[in-house]
């Protein structure tokens, strides 16, 4: 059974850092990409960056662009986000997904078959 488990979230101020993690089991990384999700309050789920698990093509939000890394240690069936310079309007419960491997890196909400439950990330002054 495919699952993942984030973890990681919590309360920051505007310019610290979180690192977020992604669990994954009943799956090998190497044939599925990742991607990291985001849904604010009031406001639709929206991408924020994607990797595939075979060659390690990655995509970025333009607005975490710089700010923001993702990675994935297949080893440790796990992706991580690091998230750094974060400012108020990162706050979103922040949720990871996968799909298997296909001709392209998808980036788009409908095209992950499985979700994890969300951690909340909170940037307050």
């Known amino acids: 059974q495919v699952q993942l488990v984030e973890s990681g979230g919590g309360l920051v101020q505007p310019g610290e850092s979180l690192r977020l993690s992604c669990a994954a089991s009943?799956?090998?990384?190497?044939?599925?990409?990742i991607g990291w999700f985001r849904q604010a309050p009031g406001k639709k789920r929206e991408a924020v960056s994607c990797?595939?698990?075979?060659?390690?093509?990655?995509y970025y939000a333009h607005s975490v662009k710089g700010r923001f890394t993702i990675s994935s240690d297949n080893a440790k069936s796990t992706a991580y986000l690091q998230m750094n310079n974060l400012q108020l309007e990162d706050t979103a419960v922040y949720y990871c997904?996968?799909?298997?491997?296909?001709?392209?890196?998808?980036?788009?909400?409908?095209?992950?078959?499985?979700w994890g439950r969300g951690t909340q990330v909170t940037v307050s002054s």
């Open positions: 990797i595939s698990g075979s060659d390690g093509n990655t």
């Open positions: 997904a996968t799909t298997p491997l296909g001709s392209w890196l998808p980036t788009q909400v409908d095209e992950y078959d499985t």
């Open positions: 009943g799956f090998d990384l190497h044939y599925w990409n």
